[in-house]
C-alpha cells in the first residue's frame, strides 16, 4: 500500500461471502461476516468462545 509516496505494510485482508438470496437475508450474512471479522482480530474470542 503507498502512503505519502512510501510503500509500506498495512494489516488488510479482503472477505466475501455468496449466498443465495432467496434462502438467506442480507442482514443475516453481515451479522455472520462481523462474527468471522472478529474471530479472525481475536482468536482467543474463538477459542474460549466468548
Avoid at 438470496?21 to 472478529?38: P, S
Wanted: aromatic share 6%; no cysteine.
Amino acid at each position: 500500500m503507498a502512503v505519502n509516496g512510501q510503500v509500506v505494510i498495512r494489516p488488510m485482508m479482503y472477505l466475501a461471502l455468496s449466498y443465495d438470496h432467496r434462502l438467506v437475508d442480507g442482514k443475516q450474512a453481515v451479522t455472520f461476516l462481523v462474527k468471522v471479522k472478529q474471530a479472525i482480530e481475536d482468536p482467543t474470542r474463538l477459542i474460549l468462545g466468548i
